[in-house]
């Protein structure tokens, strides 16, 4: 991985732009469909991350609930990401500015979203805390259900 200070925009991979872009993300806090560095939740960072690198909204995903996977039983965030990213990658793969899609609970819809900022660690909007840089540990990696290319 790269230090973010020593390079020149022109040198970053795609990767590592997502990855600094999220990172000046860090310390918004928590809103609920939120997509701005005002507020904003796990779907509004990757939302925001993705219109810096690309100056615009891939599109506007509509009202959700906060209990939407729960109740849909669809898998809109992993449809969403394959469209959007293209097919999911490995796991063993994982590099800077890939997009985690996370499974909370096993047999419902995924239903949170991260990118990859380092070895071990991802940048995500968490509830009650905002944005915030989390050690990608054990709890958090069992439960990706998909890993996707910036």
């Given at each position: 991985m790269t230090d973010d200070r020593s390079m020149t925009e022109a040198d970053r991979s795609p990767g590592e732009?997502?990855?600094?872009?999220?990172?000046?993300?860090?310390?918004?806090?928590?809103?609920?469909?939120?997509?701005?560095?005002?507020?904003?939740?796990?779907?509004?960072?990757?939302?925001?991350?993705?219109?810096?690198?690309?100056?615009?909204?891939?599109?506007?995903?509509?009202?959700?609930?906060?209990?939407?996977?729960?109740?849909?039983?669809?898998?809109?965030?992993?449809?969403?990401a394959t469209h959007h990213f293209g097919p999911a990658c490995a796991e063993a793969t994982l590099r800077m500015g890939d997009v985690l899609v996370f499974r909370l609970r096993r047999g419902m819809a995924a239903q949170h979203l991260g990118i990859v900022s380092g070895a071990d660690r991802f940048i995500h909007a968490y509830e009650q805390t905002g944005v915030v840089e989390s050690p990608l540990a054990p709890a958090w990696r069992r439960r990706i259900a998909g890993v996707f290319r910036f």
């Open positions: 732009r997502a990855a600094a872009i999220a990172r000046t993300w860090i310390g918004a806090p928590y809103r609920h469909q939120g997509f701005s560095r005002i507020g904003c939740d796990c779907l509004g960072l990757i939302r925001g991350v993705w219109r810096e690198m690309r100056g615009q909204e891939p599109e506007e995903p509509g009202p959700y609930g906060r209990d939407w996977a729960e109740r849909s039983g669809e898998e809109r965030l992993l449809q969403a």
